[in-house]
């Protein structure tokens, strides 16, 4: 089946500990994303990256970081900086462009907890 | 700065009863609005996209439309399994930025049998 899968599931990170979490995209889409969700918060945007070798920071990237070596894999990790980090986050992605390559996919989201 | 505000945000149905989930939105050149469905613990599924005002969508008991500063999920003769969070979410022109959509918070829909 084709789609986007993230792991782990659920991640608990200790104080002063960095964690990455996977996503992995077999649609063949060149531009990738990740989002944090917050109860009571709409999706905000962290990293994007649209081709291989290249990221953009989003509108909260402080305390991550991410990388793009391949089509098909956009890791996100989240460091110690980041003091906030228990939240749901998504990975999403999309085709490279035209009038029907507009719109996002997501993941199944993972759940990060700081213990 | 883009913004979209969804409303109520939260709404209690009985089964069969119809109703409508409104998203109003401030963007500087709409390139897309998106409705999104998402179930507790899941990542949004993709329902509809509508690109230019007066366009409408459907699919089973879901109907989305759009106007220059809103857009409307309308539900009819809703189930059960109708409940969820709907998410809706604008995508401007940026000219070579992010791409990325900006969310609304969320409408919260329970369907009670």
Redesign the interface.
């Known amino acids: 089946d084709g789609g986007?899968t993230?792991s782990p599931k659920y991640l608990f990170r200790k104080e002063g500990q960095n964690v990455t979490l996977s996503c992995e995209q077999n649609l063949n889409h060149d531009?990738m994303?990740w989002y944090r969700q917050d109860p009571?918060?709409?999706?905000?945007?962290i990293y994007?990256s649209?081709i291989v070798n290249d990221f953009?920071k989003?509108d909260i990237a402080e305390g991550y970081s991410v990388s793009r070596e391949k089509k098909e894999s956009f890791p996100l990790t989240v460091t110690s900086a980041q003091k906030n980090p228990t939240a749901?986050y998504?990975c999403a992605s999309?085709s490279a462009g035209g009038y029907s390559g507009?719109?996002?996919?997501?993941?199944?989201?993972s759940?990060l907890t700081v213990v | 700065e883009d913004q979209v505000t969804q409303s109520p945000e939260a709404l209690r149905l009985q089964e069969g009863e119809s109703s409508s989930l409104n998203c109003s939105y401030t963007v500087s050149g709409l390139r897309g609005l998106f409705w999104y469905r998402q179930d507790p613990g899941k990542g949004p599924e993709f329902l509809f996209t509508l690109y230019s005002a007066g366009e409408e969508k459907e699919k089973e008991r879901l109907k989305a439309t759009l106007t220059k500063k809103e857009s409307f999920l309308h539900i009819t003769a809703p189930k059960p399994e109708d409940s969820a969070t709907y998410l809706c979410a604008v995508q401007a022109y940026s000219g070579g930025g992010a791409d990325g959509l900006t969310f609304g918070k969320g409408t919260h829909l329970i369907i009670q049998p």
Request: net charge positive; aromatic share 24%.
């Open positions: 986007i993230q531009a994303y009571g918060q709409g999706l905000r945007l994007y649209q953009q989003g749901f998504l999309k507009n719109t996002i996919y997501f993941g199944e989201g759940w």
